[in-house]
């Protein structure tokens, strides 16, 4: 197994056909259809489902694959630029990724101690919803995260640490229905209306887990 097959499956994973996988990398459709069936058949599995008018998604296997086969860029990424601040005498660079519900005020304070005590690193910030966040990071486009992630995301490649536990409880006015009720199931709950904030997606979609259930 080849990195640059590797690479050459991620291009179509991200692109959802060999046809657009085909034109970003430059290379003709047939050569990389070659190179995939080989990779299937020296791995022995079927990593790609074709489904009508080209649309091509990852089977189970292909998961898995993908999974590794980002980290592996990830860390190509990662030498890539240590080797780079090195051969530019610069004392080297981190991106960190904030989620939408990650506090900013401790962002702020851990950002100043850290440039404090190393000032010859440059410290790059990107905002953005934690779950787009994290294929950030399994791709090596950012080095760290801080943010909330749904329970239901895959995260056994990850290493994480809990910064502090959040509590949410349910608001209504005052006479509301649900003010009288002590331990209301969830099918009570679903017939009516909830507002979730708009920049914590990763809670709505819980939500509409939960109740779906």
């Known amino acids: 197994m080849e990195f640059k097959q590797l690479q050459r499956y991620m291009a179509i994973v991200d692109h959802g ?4 996988a085909a034109k970003a990398l430059g290379i003709s459709q047939q050569a990389l259809s070659a190179s995939i069936r080989t990779l299937e058949r020296e ?3 079927t990593i790609l489902d074709r489904g009508p008018g080209g649309v091509t998604r990852p089977t189970p296997y292909g998961r898995i694959l993908l999974r590794h ?5 990830a860390a190509r990424l ?3 630029r240590e080797l780079h601040a090195l051969r530019d005498a610069r004392g080297g660079a981190v991106s960190m990724g904030i989620g939408e519900s990650f506090a900013s005020e401790i ?8 440039h404090e005590a190393r000032p010859d690193i440059k410290i790059s910030l990107i905002e953005g919803y934690s779950e787009d966040l994290l294929e950030k990071l399994r791709r090596g ?5 801080a943010g909330s992630i749904g329970f239901d995301v895959e995260t056994d490649d990850l290493v994480q640490m809990t910064f502090y536990s959040r509590q949410d409880v349910v608001v209504a006015r005052r006479g509301h229905p649900l003010a009288d009720m002590e331990n209301p199931e969830l099918d009570q709950l679903a017939h009516y209306t909830w507002l979730v904030p708009a920049s914590r997606p990763s809670d709505k979609e819980a939500i509409l887990n939960a109740f779906a259930a």
Do not use: H, N, P, W
Request: without cysteine.
């Open 43 to 45: 791995i022995g599995v």
């Open 107 to 114: 962002i702020a304070t851990a950002v100043s101690r850290f």
């Open 69 to 73: 086969a980002r980290a592996q860029e």
């Open 141 to 145: 486009q950012i080095d760290f995260l």
């Open 17 to 20: 056909s060999f046809l657009k």
């Open 78 to 80: 990662r030498a890539l």
